[in-house]
């Protein structure tokens, strides 16, 4: 059994972590897996959107700690880099990434889903910066945390450890839509094909274009802004959006 399956349908690549018998905590095969099969849906053509989610009743419940005791000291740093594939992966992307949630997303598994664009949780979800609570402490979880919330805020969840239910996610502005378990599935997949059914070029300029503006002084950020806005004018997607908006007809992008 693999520790990660994916499928293409319509345009959407299905990514699920399959270790529900250890709550889909990371090992270094599922770690590993993971950057692959993102690695190969960013690839594809014809997959406009990705969706990431957990087999069984809980998405990630973090790093497996029976196999980080396993490392001599020598191998810690090494099986951690594992452990922060996705991040890297998951920021070079340029197609949106969903993460669909249900019950525990803590530690290494918050991060993940942090990681993502867009978090459809269950809500029975409940997320957590938890590494506190065994003597450790998420960093990079924390960090992405921060990402949403503002650094300040972040450090208190990562330092105390509480959980934050679904409810809560949402009105911190993490999580994008809250629903009921048995409609998990429906609202990520409405989510996913309203995306897919935009141009992918546009999608990709936002997410590039947002990237390369981080950090930026505000001038220089509006300027690399203006200079993406131009260049989807003049692409073929961006006129035919505009024409079929003008027409009052429904668009036909083809870009992938």
Known sequence: MTAVRSSVNEAICRIELNRPEAMNTFNAELAVELDEAL???GEDDNVRVIVLSGAGKHFSTGIDLRELLSKERHEISGFLKLMDLHNHRLASLTKPVIASVQGYALANGTGLALACDFI???DDAVFGTTAVNVGLICIE???QLARWIGEKRALQYVLSGDLIPAAKGAELGFVHT????????ERTLELAKKLASKSALS?????TGFARMEGLPLERAIQVGGEVFAALVASEDGREGVEAFLAKRPPV???R
């Open 39 to 41: 690695l190969a849906a």
């Open 120 to 122: 459809i949780a269950s």
């Open 253 to 255: 992008f083809r870009s």
């Open 178 to 185: 809250v629903t009921e378990k048995e409609k998990l599935e």
């Open 141 to 143: 979880p924390g960090y």
């Open 203 to 207: 999608l990709r300029a936002g997410k």
